[in-house]
């Protein structure tokens, strides 16, 4: 299986580096039943419309994205605050060959396509 690259997203300044805000990352199960991505939304204030295009045809999969992401960037689990960060599980139902999915800003998120 292949998957090709094909992401583009804004970019932002850290200092003086020019950072893209989506960085993202695919593999499959050994069957090939399951595709999994990290998605990486490093935007501080904005969600990303990520639109999902696989290489082949599919209608209707089960999927699921599992997102960890604070109020800010600046967000940290700590004794004081030990559910600041929590990972949020989301059920996709009717996952297909294109789709879109929002990702909230300063997010890392794991898509599974069963």
Do not use: Q
Request: aromatic share 4%.
């Amino acid at each position: 299986m292949c998957i090709r690259d094909s992401s583009e997203s804004d970019s932002f300044y850290v200092g003086e580096k020019k950072v893209d805000a989506l960085d993202a990352v695919a593999t499959c199960s050994e069957d090939r039943r399951t595709l999994s991505l990290c998605i990486v939304n490093r935007s501080p204030d904005e969600t990303l419309e990520l639109e999902l295009k696989l290489p082949w045809k599919i209608s209707k999969r089960r999927g699921s994205l599992l997102t960890l992401c604070g109020k800010s960037p600046d967000s940290f689990n700590s004794i004081k605050n030990p559910d600041e960060v929590i990972p949020e599980a989301r059920s996709l139902n009717k996952v297909k060959s294109t789709s879109t999915i929002e990702i909230p800003p300063h997010s890392v998120n794991i898509l599974k396509i069963h």
